[in-house]
């Protein structure tokens, strides 16, 4: 019996050959095979008799083939003719280049043609026609008279095969008919009625063989709401696994109030209305039992860390540790400082780890609050009695990396308390704090972070001017050139330029985009040759970019050409202007977040968006930024128009397995949030009538 969970090759007529090729398409299993949806279909539902075809229509006759034979064109080209009839007349059909179909079309024998009919040769001719066999009794057709289902297809796996090999599977798990016995529907009868949906069976079948537009949309509305739904079944499932924990240290207010309050007296501004909301609600979270797990989300220059640093001094306080992850090593070098000059009135020792800040074995004494990357997740020292992780940027660690850094943390929290036990008892969870300034659209959180608080700094510090932004096309680069060293020269402006490459790309779709090595070398001789660049990228050692970065703060360097490592969290206090070259290649969130970095004092800020690009969909894409300075207005044009992807840079959540789903369909995200609190109902309801 065939099962969903069988490789692929278990289907008849799928070899190793063939499977190899399907891998391609991310086809392993039977079950994968049924997932791997038509990306469109082919309309030939008219079926009309021959004396009835006209040109141009998209057509499916019925006919016999009386003559088959193989010609050439005057310049050579080769094709097959066919010469069709049923009792209202001929027609000929022509196939170009496929020689097979001589051996596949039998004189005398029925078929279903399917295709568009144009003339050629003085008479009207179906072009490369769709076709198979007309059966006794009449069946139902998977190439033509329908729907006909176009799928993402890879070389030697065309459209035509895959229908035939799914249409194979359905018949053998759904028997010749849509119901079955064989493939269940996990949903409740309940649920579906409520939600009008069809049986999963059903869906399957129309989905990939709909007699009409009808039918596929109700199988492709029942299969994005699957898409939706697991998705959150499994955000609401991590959250109550969460809640059910305990958190490793309970916050007692009354004891450090008076020292919390203490130290933002201490801070050189005050806190804007939202920061203090945000500490508010976060200390709260610090003196439950369970152990809090909160998304801050603000925009670029909103204050985040300071709000991040009155959670981690909290927890100092209450005799933990704080443990801050930065995605790079400027960044943590970055908070270290930051942190460094908020503490400076506070006992508390800062400690940074990445790849080339290691102190060594960390001990219990060596520091309160310890700034790290990537580097401390696979290191071998002891993180004990970590009270609170901070992650900023999260969704620039992978799933795995943020489950490692916490288990690390719990191990070693455990171990410290019980030292004789080797996890015989559940141990108890760290305080998770997890920052963005990548804005999060509605739909998006109610999915994608669904199992954590949302908190959203929706206020910018006093002060902050908007940043001019302008779309610079390629004839109008020079004057602009000329007019930032005007800047520069006349009032002693600092300047980023932002190119995506680091090395020039022999691509011929790349060859216009910028290197940072090479238009640095060509800025300093042939644009600015009187001013004094800088250049940073990933690949350059950490010594020699903190170099760069400082010189570059203390006004020894009037441009800093860079890649986007820059894009998160820098803060250089003189720069306000900002040029992105090839900005068509950055999504909208990661072009705010770069010009972000400038105008962080105060001061008037320019950013400018070099393009060579000419489609208005580009176009469009970036005159928003000249319009809009609201990261999340940003972040709602991009999902729209280039998916999740560019707002979270990597395929880590699940979003991006959604093959049917939008994430712009909030009343279908806001059905199925509800119907998977009704199913959680119903299997509770059902194991307390079963307790076994």
Not at 81 to 92: E, H, N, P, R, Y
Not at 596 to 605: C, K, L, V
């Amino acid at each position: 019996m065939l099962k969903l969970s069988d490789p692929v090759d278990q289907i008849p007529l799928i070899g190793p050959a063939q499977a190899k090729k399907l891998e391609k398409l991310e086809i392993r299993t039977v079950k994968d095979l049924l997932y791997h949806f038509p990306r469109r279909y082919e309309d030939f539902s008219q079926i009309k008799p021959i004396n009835q075809v006209r040109a141009g229509e998209k057509v499916t006759i019925t006919g016999t083939v009386s003559q088959v034979s193989q010609k050439h064109t005057k310049t050579g080209k080769h094709f097959v003719s066919v010469l069709i009839k049923d009792q209202s007349g001929f027609i000929q059909a022509v196939w170009w280049n496929q020689p097979w179909v001589t051996r596949s079309l039998k004189i005398n024998k029925e078929y279903h043609f399917s295709g568009k009919t144009n003339p050629f040769n003085q008479q009207l001719t179906l072009i490369n026609p769709q076709f198979e066999p007309a059966g006794e009794p009449p069946k139902q057709t998977i190439h033509t008279g329908a729907l006909i289902p176009i799928y993402p297809e890879t070389e030697g796996i065309s459209s035509k095969w895959l229908r035939s090999r799914i249409a194979a599977v359905l018949n053998r798990i759904n028997g010749v008919s849509p119901s079955t016995k064989l493939l269940t529907d996990p949903l409740p009868d309940k649920l579906r009625e409520k939600f009008q949906l069809l049986s999963l069976p059903q869906a399957l079948y129309w989905i990939h063989f709909p007699k009409n537009r009808r039918q596929m949309k109700l199988a492709r509305y029942r299969l994005a709401f699957d898409e939706l739904f697991y998705l959150q079944l499994k955000t609401l499932a991590r959250r109550k696994n969460w809640e059910k924990r305990k958190s490793i240290f309970q916050l007692d207010l009354r004891q450090t109030k008076n020292k919390i309050n203490s130290l933002i007296s201490t801070l050189p501004f005050e806190l804007t209305s939202a920061q203090k909301r945000l500490s508010q609600e976060i200390l709260e979270d610090l003196q439950k039992k369970a152990p809090m797990n909160r998304l801050l989300q603000g925009d670029v220059g909103s204050g985040k860390t300071v709000v991040a640093a009155i959670a981690a001094y909290a927890t100092c306080l209450s005799g933990f540790r704080a443990v801050f992850m930065a995605p790079t090593e400027i960044l943590a070098e970055q908070h270290h400082q930051t942190l460094s000059e908020i503490f400076s009135q506070a006992p508390i020792k800062i400690q940074i780890f990445t790849r080339t800040h290691k102190p060594g074995k960390l001990k219990s004494d060596l520091g309160d609050i310890i700034v790290g990357t990537h580097a401390l997740l696979y290191d071998q020292s002891q993180l004990s009695k970590v009270g609170l992780v901070i992650i900023d940027e999260q969704h620039r660690f992978g799933v795995k990396q943020r489950a490692k850094l916490v288990k690390k943390a719990m191990e070693e929290n455990f171990l410290n308390r019980n030292p004789s036990r080797q996890g015989t008892a559940p141990i108890a969870l760290p305080h998770i704090l997890s920052l963005t300034a990548t804005p999060i659209p509605r739909s998006v959180a109610l999915t994608l972070y669904g199992d954590q608080d949302l908190s959203i700094l929706d206020e910018m510090p006093p002060g902050r001017k908007p940043v001019k932004t302008w779309v610079v096309p390629s004839f109008k680069r020079q004057a602009a050139l000329a007019w930032i060293k005007e800047q520069i020269l006349t009032h002693n402006h600092q300047a980023f330029i932002i190119c995506p490459l680091i090395k020039e790309s022999e691509a011929e779709t790349l060859q216009s985009v910028k290197a940072a090595t090479v238009e640095f070398q060509k800025l300093q001789k042939e644009t600015f040759p009187e001013l004094k660049l800088g250049l940073i990228h990933g690949r350059q050692k950490s010594a020699q970019k903190t170099d760069v970065l400082n010189k570059f703060r203390q006004r020894k360097i009037d441009i800093l050409v860079s890649t986007p490592v820059v894009e998160v969290g820098l803060d250089i206090p003189g720069a306000n202007i900002m040029v992105i070259e090839a900005a068509e290649r950055f999504g909208l969130a990661s072009l705010h977040q770069l010009r972000g970095r400038i105008g962080r004092r105060g001061q008037q800020a320019y950013c400018l968006l070099f393009t060579s690009k000419k489609s208005l969909e580009h176009k469009r894409r970036l005159k928003a930024l000249e319009r809009y300075e609201s990261g999340l207005k940003l972040a709602e044009i991009d999902l729209k128009i280039r998916g999740p992807g560019e707002l979270f840079g990597t395929k880590q959540h699940g979003f991006w397995d959604l093959k049917l789903a939008s994430l712009e369909n909030l009343e279908l995200i806001e059905k199925t949030r509800k119907a998977v609190i009704e199913y959680r109902q119903i299997k509770c309801k059902a194991q307390n009538h079963n307790p076994k």
